[in-house]
C-alpha cells in the first residue's frame, strides 16, 4: 500500500472495492432519481389511440385541400366528441365533427382545424351548423399518432437509466408501476472521539457537540442512500475495533470519523488493518488529507479525518462516488463548472485545495468564484453560506485575482442560476 495517492487514484480504488447493491421492486414514485437495474417496456401503445391535440373541428384534409380567403369551404358538423368519448359514426363528404383537445380521431379523419381559424355559418358550432375554412390543413395537422410515445412492448427505459420525475409520468403511462432498482446501501456512521458528546447535550468542559456523524449522516442520504447513526466511541482501540467490527457485520458502508491521523488517539488505521485489509491512509488533497479506506468481513469501511471540513470534502469526494456506484449510477460527481477568481488567492500547497466558495453569474453570463475568507478545515458554518468548492491543483503557483478555475457545484445548483 502506497502512503500518499491522488484523488482519482483513490476514487478509483474506493469505487472499484463497492459490490452493486442487489435489485428490489420498488413502486413507481419510490424510484425518482433512482437508476433502472432493468429495461422497462410499455404494456400498450402510448398514446393508445390517434387524438386530437386541439380543441376545434375533425375532417379529411382532402375536402379543405381548395379552402382560401377568397373561397371558403364550407362543412356541415355531424357530432361532438369530447376526451374520453369515441365517435361511432362515418364522416361523409362535405361533412366534419366537433372534437375536443385529448378526444379519439374519428376514423374517417386525419385533421384537425382549430376553432380560432374556423368561421360558423350557421348555427352555434355545434352539432347541425355549418362551419367554414379559408385555409387548407395538412393530413396529420393537430393529430397525435397513436404509439407516438413508445409501442406496446417497447423498450422505454433502458437498464442504467436514471429515472426523472417526468420518466415517473413516461412509465405510469406506459403501465409500468413497480420499478427493478439497486437497493439503497445502509451506511453506519460512527463518530470517534471521547471529546464527542451527543447534540442533545450542553458539553461540559473539553467536550464539543458530535456534529460530523450527522453532516455525514446527511451526505449519505444525498447519495441515496439510507444512514444510520451509531452510538459515539472514545478514543481506545478496542471501543473503535468492537464497534467497526459489529457495524461491518450490519451495514454495507460503514464510515468513522476523527482517529485518521497519527496521534496517540488515533486508532482507524490500525483497527482496519486488524480486523480486514486496510487499503489507503492518505490521499493528496486539502482539506482532508487523511482518508482511511479498507475491507472488513467484505464491507467497505472508510475512516473519516475528524476535522469538520475535511470529513466533509472526503465524503463529497471518495464515499459518495462509491456509494452511488452501489446504486448503479454512472455519473458519479457532483458536476464541475469554469469560474474566474474575484480575488488573489495566495494558498499553495503540494496537495489539491478544495476552496469552499461562492459561484455567481458575472453580468455577462459566465461564474465568478469567490473563496470564503475561513478555510479552516475544522468548520461546517462557512460550507453551509457557500455553494462550491473551487480547486486549486496541487504545487501551483498563487493565483491571481481573473484566473479561470474549476468549481465543483454543491447542494444548489438553482441558486446559481445554471
Ligand atoms: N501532527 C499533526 N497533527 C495533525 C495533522 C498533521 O498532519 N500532523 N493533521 C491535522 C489535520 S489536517 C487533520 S484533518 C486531523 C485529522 O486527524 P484525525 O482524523 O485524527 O482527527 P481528530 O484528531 O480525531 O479530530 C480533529 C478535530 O476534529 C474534531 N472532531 C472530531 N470528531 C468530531 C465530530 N464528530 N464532530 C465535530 N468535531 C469533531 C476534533 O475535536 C478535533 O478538533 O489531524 C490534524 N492533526
Ligand atoms: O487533513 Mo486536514 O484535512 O487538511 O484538515
Redesign the pocket.
Known amino acids: 500500500m502506497r502512503e500518499m495517492i491522488s484523488l482519482e487514484e483513490a476514487r478509483a480504488l474506493v469505487c472499484g472495492a463497492v459490490e452493486p447493491t442487489e435489485v428490489e421492486r420498488v413502486g413507481l414514485l419510490d424510484a425518482v432519481g433512482r437508476v433502472a437495474a432493468a429495461d422497462l417496456a410499455s404494456d400498450i401503445n402510448v398514446a393508445p389511440f390517434a387524438h386530437s391535440a386541439m380543441d376545434g373541428f375533425a375532417l379529411r384534409a382532402a375536402e379543405i385541400a381548395s379552402a382560401a380567403e377568397e373561397t371558403p369551404v364550407c362543412l356541415r358538423v355531424i357530432g361532438e366528441i369530447g376526451a374520453g368519448d369515441v365517435f361511432e359514426g362515418s364522416i361523409g363528404e362535405g361533412e366534419c365533427v366537433r372534437i375536443m383537445t385529448g378526444a379519439c380521431l374519428p376514423a374517417d379523419a386525419d385533421a384537425v382545424v382549430k376553432y380560432e381559424i374556423v368561421g360558423v355559418e350557421e348555427g352555434d358550432g355545434k352539432t347541425g351548423s355549418l362551419v367554414s375554412f379559408t385555409a387548407p390543413a395538412k393530413v396529420g395537422a393537430n393529430v397525435r399518432a397513436a404509439g407516438e410515445e413508445a409501442r406496446a412492448g417497447e423498450v422505454v427505459v433502458r437498464a442504467g437509466e436514471v429515472i426523472s420525475a417526468a420518466g415517473v409520468g413516461f412509465l405510469a403511462g406506459c403501465g409500468v408501476l413497480e420499478v427493478p432498482v439497486r437497493r439503497r446501501p445502509r451506511v453506519a456512521v460512527i463518530?470517534?472521539?471521547s471529546?464527542?458528546v451527543p447534540p442533545s447535550e450542553v458539553p461540559g468542559p473539553g467536550k464539543?457537540?458530535?456534529?460530523?456523524?450527522f453532516?455525514?449522516a446527511a451526505c449519505a442520504q444525498r447519495a441515496g442512500a439510507v444512514p444510520h447513526i451509531l452510538p459515539?466511541v472514545e478514543?481506545t482501540f478496542e471501543a473503535l475495533r468492537d464497534a467497526v467490527a459489529a457495524a461491518a457485520r450490519d451495514y454495507d458502508f460503514v464510515v468513522t470519523?476523527?482517529?485518521?491521523?497519527?496521534?496517540d488517539?488515533?486508532f482507524?488505521k490500525p483497527v482496519v488493518a486488524e480486523l480486514g485489509e486496510l487499503k489507503m491512509t492518505t490521499v493528496n488533497m486539502?482539506?482532508?488529507?487523511?482518508q482511511t479506506f479498507g475491507i472488513v468481513n467484505g464491507t467497505p469501511v472508510f475512516?473519516?479525518?475528524?476535522?469538520?471540513?475535511?470529513?466533509y470534502v472526503g465524503f463529497e469526494m471518495l464515499i459518495r462516488p462509491a456509494l452511488r456506484t452501489m446504486q448503479g449510477y454512472t455519473f458519479m460527481n457532483h458536476p464541475t463548472v469554469r469560474a474566474r477568481l474575484t480575488a488573489d488567492e495566495k494558498n499553495r500547497d503540494p496537495r489539491r485545495i478544495f476552496l469552499r466558495g461562492t459561484l455567481t453569474r458575472a453580468t455577462d453570463g459566465t461564474f465568478e468564484v469567490t473563496p470564503s475568507r475561513n478555510q479552516s478545515?475544522?468548520l461546517?458554518g462557512p460550507i453551509q453560506k457557500t455553494n462550491c468548492m473551487a480547486i486549486m491543483p496541487e504545487g501551483t503557483e498563487p493565483q491571481p485575482a481573473g484566473s479561470m478555475v474549476d468549481c465543483i457545484l454543491l447542494d444548489v445548483p438553482e441558486e446559481v442560476c445554471l
Open positions: 463518530a470517534t472521539g471529546e464527542l464539543i457537540r458530535n456534529s460530523n456523524s453532516a455525514m459515539i478514543d470519523t476523527g482517529g485518521a491521523a497519527n496521534g488517539f488515533d482507524i486539502r482539506p482532508g488529507k487523511a475512516g473519516l479525518p475528524g476535522n469538520p471540513a475535511a470529513a478545515s475544522g461546517f
